[in-house]
Structures are given as C-alpha cells and as structure tokens.
C-alpha cells in the first residue's frame, strides 16, 4: 500500500502520520542505532589503525634493511676499489723492488768512480826546491860583500836559474791542474747519473706515497662504511640513484640492439622451427629467436663473470684461476658458436628475402618480370652488412653485463625505497580514513539526530522544565534539582544534541 | 646429487608444460570457385590476379584451393589446383609458384562450360575446407550467381556452412539485368539468403581494385 494512500483521500496527512511514525521510531532506536555506529565505526577505524600501524612497521623495517643492503654494497665496491688499490701498490712496488739493487749497484759504481778521481784529484804537487833558503843565506852577507861581482854574478845566475825553475815549476803545475779539472770533469757525469737515479728514486717514492695516500682515503672511506656513518650513507645513496639511472639508459640502448638482433634472425627462424606453432600467442619460430638472443646474454654475463668483471654468479667467482679461465674458455667458445649461428640465419634471411623479392615479381609481373629481375645485377652490401651484424652484436650484447649487474644492485636498494615510499603513503591514508570515517560517523549520527528532531526537542523541554520550575518555585528542593542534572550530565548525547540545538 | 636430480626434473618438467602449451597457429582456408560458363570466362584474367594477390598474402599452414564451376561442380576434377603450405616459407615459396603456373595454365586452356552449379561448388568448398581443419574458412565465389543446372541434377538441399565466410567477388550484371535490375537485386538477395541461412557470413565485392575489401 503506497504511504499516500494510509489515511483514503488525505495524501498530505498520511505522508505526516508516515513522518511523525518514523520519528518515533527512530527516537526509540536511537540509542542503539548510535550505539551501532559507534561500535561499526570503532571496528573500522581500530582495524585501519592497526593496519596503518603495520604499514609504518614494515617500512621501518624495510628501511633498515635497505640501509644495510646500501652499505653492504657500498662494502663491497669499497673492497674491491680496496683490492685493485692493493693489487696496484703490489705491481709498483715489485716493479720498483725488483729494480732497486741494479739501481743501488749502479749508485755505489758511481760513488767509487767519483772517489776515485777525487782521490786522484787530491796529489799534492812537486814542492819547490830549496832555492829560497840559498837565495835567503846571499842576502844575509854584508853590505861590503853586496858589491862584490861574484856575489852579484852568482846572484844573477841564481836569479835566472830561479826563474828558469819557476816556469818549468808553474807548467808542470798547471799540468796537473789541468789534468785534475780533467778529472773532475769527467766525476761530473757520475754527478749527473747519480742525480738523474736519486730523482727516479724520488718519483718512485713521491708516486708510492700517493698510491698510499689514495690508499689511506680508501681506508677510510671503507671504515665509514663499516661503521655505517649517515655521510656514508648519503654518499652511497646519490651514488647509487646515479648508477641506476646511468644503467638503465644503457639497458635501454642496449635492448634496442637485443631488438635489432631479434628482427635480423626471426624470419630465418622460421625455417628452422615450425612458424604454424604458437605458445601464448606467439610464434614458435619468434621464440625461438628470441631464446637465442637470451642464451647470448646469458653467455656473455658468464663470460664477463668469469674473467672478473661482473660478480653476479659466486659460484663462478669463487672458482679456482685456472678452472675460471676454463670456464672462460668454454664461454667464449660458446658464444662464437652463437655469433657464426647468427651471421648464418642473417646469411639466410637475405636469401629468403631475395626469393620473396622474385615470388612477389612473379605473382604480379609473371615469368618475365621474375627473370629480368634475376638477371639485375645486385649488391653484396646488404648481406655482408647483415652477416657482420649478425656476428658483431652477440659479442656487443655481451657487454650488458655490467650495466646488468649494476642495475641489480642499485635498483635492489631504489626498489626498497620505493616499497618504503609506498608503505608509509598508505599508512598515512589509512590513518586519514580512519579519521574521516570517525568524523562521517559523527555527521551521521547529527543527521539522525535532524531527521528524528521533534521527540528529542519534546524531550527536552520535559526534562527542562521540572528544572527551572523547581528552582523557581522552591530553592530547597536541590537534591532533586541534583539527580536531574546528574542524569542530563550522564547522558552525554543528549549534551551533545543539547549543545548542537543551542547552537542551531 | 639431489640437487642435480632436482633441477632436471624442474627442466624436464618445464619442457613439457612448454610443449603442451603449444598450440597450432590459426590457419586460413581459401576456397576460390571461378565461373567458367559463357562469357564469364573473359573475366577470369581479373581471377588470376586476384589468386596472385591471395597467394601473396597466405602464409605457412594456410590452405588454399581453387575449382572451377561447370555443370556439375560437386567433384574433386573441379578443383583445378589445391595446396596447404608448407612451414618453412622456402618450401612455401615454392609451392606457390607452383599453384601460379597451374593457374595460368588451366586460364589459358579453360573451355567454356553450358551450365553453372554454383550449390554443388559451395558443397565441395566446405568438404574441401572442413578436411583442411582450418580455424578460419573462407569461400569466395567468381561469378555472376546466376545459377544454371543440367537436367536431372537436383540442389534442393540446406546447405550447412557455419562458420563460414562466403565472399561473391565481381557479380557482374547480365543482359537481362540491365533490362529488368530487378532480377540482379533477386539474384542477389537468393543468395545472401541461402548463405545466411546456412550459417555462413555473406559479402559481395565488386570493385577488385579495393584492397581493403578483399584483404583476409
């Protein structure tokens, strides 16, 4: 029965009686529906928060542990730029070692020799003869004796022989001056070899010390990193955004050449493998290609591991030298064998080409068409052009190796931020939930409230006015003027409702 | 050695899940019946080149066939030349220069024929394409559909072709047509009627130059 039609003939008046009906109801549930909300509302919201609790929890953890696998990488660059620091000081300092004795003997020849001619330099030279003493004696006779012609002929005769001796004296001196700066001379080419090595030495030394000081910085760096400093953290953290964003731009210039190399092989592959077999949708003989590229990579990756200079596969880097330069071997081996394959499949895509090139002529120019365009000289460009790519790129492909492993690393530890991220965005929105779920059911129970407003309003004005008539009236009836307002201030939605009508 | 063990059965097992995933790839079934009473043989250079066209798009492991329809078309002499080629596209190649000079060999030494069976040539295209087994059957007719039985032959059966695709390709206009459109449009309707009702999708293409309309 429609709600108009509750009392015949009076539409307004049934839709009334149906209004004042459901007040009434509802003034009677009213309790329990707010009640109900409450309690649904509280459920909600201590499941949210509980959740948005874990969420904060996870990423908490999850940001340790992102933190220990950022410095666990950083320790392990740190060690291997450690490692080839070391290696390198290794290689210089035998180098230098293995030189130092020839460099010592050299030095200690170089030192005798120049003893030798200083010791040769250092002969005293003949000394004068006793012509002093005689000439002293003559001049010591009298003055009487002074005037004496034997006296002065003799003096003469000492004079020039004085003379005479005096320059045999002084060439014979300057002879053996001559001949020591002659010496001397030639010391100084020992000098100059002896200086030349000293400052070899020295450079040797002064690189060894920068070697050290690089060393000493490494050290450094790699205790930080032990220690897990946050300026070690940080570093390691702008380092790796870097890395990965470098990685992954070569990994996207390189699956550009992975897909050169698909499109060049996947029409010959169709001859090898049945092209009328799909698996999920796609061709058997695509596959086919495409797994053939993948094996390259694959191969690649373990060759680059194996002469050490990716460390994806411990298995492969903690091999012995010699079984890792097998493996190596084994690798390359294999990888040629994949190049030739796919210089060959190239070798057969432009013959397959060229007979779709004359099938095509032929279906629309006839027999003709097709023989003139056989006897058409033709270029060997394109598949020799084909065949070198073909070789070339397996071998190019397996350079994707490092910026491969690079990516693992540094996107493990973005990865893990980005989780972290995301965790923390969603406990957040779930807090926010909760609260507005709190706040909607708040304005529900206020909509109620509006809905069912005239028994609550009579409601009040009965329990108001025993209050103020009984303060009117009689100022001694305060105990009951007590137990009303205990039982208003009990019932707190009707303070609230009180205070919203106030407010209204 | 368990581990071994393990990682062979994990391969072994992958193969074979891998080898029971494959699936055959969807193949197309091309029945090409030309018309070869009357005149309408002169049109059959534009048939020729339209099977060049077909052969040129058909790829390894579809199937083609092409038959003639004369008096009494529900017969396998009718099929000129038939092929399913092969998965290697050499082998296909070859194949379809094979079907192209057995083409031009028949348009060069047809004969023209008095009566038109255009049923009995729809029954042996969907015997010749159900065998086949592919995905997507596609009969195209060459004709004028203007249906001429010899006395005796009885085509009053439901033809059942569900699934099917049947494509009337250059129906072009008779005399009588032009003297009375009327019949045209009836010839037509027949037999976009009789196609519906078999259960097979009916198309008419008469402009051959639109590659559009007859691309599979």
Not at chain 1, 316 to 333: G, L
Not at chain 1, 422 to 443: E, F, G, M, P, Y
Request: hydrophobic fraction near 40%; proline fraction near 3%.
């Amino acid at each position: 029965m429609p709600i108009s039609q509750l009392i015949p003939g009076q539409p307004v008046l049934s839709w009334i009686l149906a209004y004042l009906l459901l007040t009434l109801v509802l003034y009677f549930i009213r309790h329990s529906a707010h009640q109900l909300l409450d309690n649904l509302t509280q459920l909600v919201v201590q499941n949210l928060r509980l959740l948005s609790k874990a969420l904060l929890n996870t990423s908490k953890h999850m940001s340790i542990r992102n933190r220990d696998v950022l410095l666990e990488h950083g320790q392990q660059q740190a060690e291997r730029e450690l490692e080839r620091q070391f290696i390198r000081l290794a290689k210089l300092v035998e180098k230098d070692l293995s030189r130092y004795p020839t460099v010592q003997r050299n030095i200690e020849e170089n030192i005798t020799s120049m003893e030798d001619k200083l010791l040769q330099t250092s002969q005293v030279p003949s000394p004068l003869p006793e012509w002093t003493e005689a000439v002293e004696s003559i001049s010591k006779l009298k003055d009487s004796t002074k005037n004496d012609a034997v006296v002065g002929k003799l003096l003469q005769a000492i004079y020039e022989a004085f003379h005479k001796q005096q320059n045999e004296v002084m060439k014979v001196y300057r002879g053996d001056i001559e001949k020591r700066h002659t010496l001397l001379k030639s010391a100084m080419n020992h000098w100059r070899r002896l200086h030349h090595k000293l400052t070899e030495v020295g450079n040797e030394w002064h690189h060894l010390i920068k070697q050290a000081n690089k060393m000493d910085h490494q050290i450094e760096r790699f205790e930080n990193l032990m220690q897990g400093t946050d300026k070690a953290e940080n570093l390691l953290k702008s380092s790796n955004t870097t890395q990965f964003f470098i990685s992954l731009i070569v990994m996207g210039i390189a699956s550009f050449g992975a897909f050169v190399n698909y499109n060049l092989i996947a029409l010959p592959m169709s001859e090898l493998m049945p092209s009328t077999s799909q698996i999920a949708g796609f061709n058997v003989a695509d596959i086919g290609a495409a797994v053939i590229i993948m094996l390259e990579i694959t191969v690649g990756l373990f060759f680059m591991e194996s002469i050490g200079i990716t460390r994806l596969f411990p298995v492969i880097h903690f091999m012995e030298d010699k079984k890792r330069m097998i493996w190596a071997w084994v690798c390359i081996t294999f990888l040629l064998a994949l190049c030739g394959v796919e210089a060959g499949l190239a070798y057969m895509r432009e013959v397959m080409m060229s007979d779709k090139a004359m099938l095509t002529s032929f279906l629309v120019g006839g027999e003709e068409a097709a023989s003139s365009i056989a006897a058409q000289p033709h270029s060997n460009i394109p598949l020799i052009g084909q065949m070198t790519l073909g070789f070339i790129l397996p071998l190019i492909l397996m350079f994707v190796a490092i910026p491969f492993e690079s990516l693992v690393h540094t996107g493990r530890h973005l990865l893990g931020n980005l989780m972290v991220q995301i965790c923390l965005v969603l406990s957040t929105l779930l807090r926010n939930l909760a609260t507005l779920l709190k706040q909607l059911n708040h304005s529900f129970k206020n909509v109620y409230d509006i809905i069912d407003f005239p028994p609550i309003w009579i409601e009040h004005l009965i329990e108001n006015r025993p209050i103020k008539k009984a303060i009117k009236d009689d100022h001694t009836n305060e105990p009951t003027i007590a137990l009303e307002n205990q039982d208003v201030t009990q019932d707190p939605a009707l303070i609230e409702s009180s205070s919203k009508d106030k407010e209204a | 050695m368990a581990r071994v063990y393990k990682v062979s059965l994990l391969v072994i097992l992958s193969c074979l899940v891998l080898s029971g995933c494959t699936e055959k790839k969807p193949a197309t079934g091309l029945y090409l019946l030309l018309d070869t009473s009357g005149t309408y043989t002169k049109e059959l250079k534009k048939a020729q080149q339209i099977i060049h066209y077909y052969l040129a798009n058909l790829g390894p492991g579809d199937s083609f066939a092409v038959a003639r329809i004369d008096s009494g078309s529900f017969s396998e002499k009718d099929i000129v030349a038939k092929v399913t080629f092969d998965h290697r596209p050499s082998q296909a190649n070859e194949q379809k220069r094979i079907f192209a000079q057995a083409i031009a060999h028949f348009i060069e030494t047809i004969k023209s024929s008095a009566y038109t069976d255009i049923n009995g040539g729809l029954l042996q295209a969907s015997e010749y394409l159900d065998e086949t087994s592919a995905s997507r059957k596609i009969v195209m007719i060459f004709s004028d559909l203007k249906e001429e039985l010899p006395k005796g032959y009885n085509r009053n059966f439901d033809l059942t072709l569900s699934g099917y695709e049947v494509i009337a390709l250059n129906v072009t206009k008779l005399n009588s047509d032009n003297r009375d459109p009327q019949q045209y449009m009836k010839r037509l309707d027949y037999w976009q009627n009789r196609i519906e009702t078999s259960g097979a999708q009916w198309r008419v293409v008469n402009d051959l130059e639109r590659e559009k309309a007859l691309a599979l």
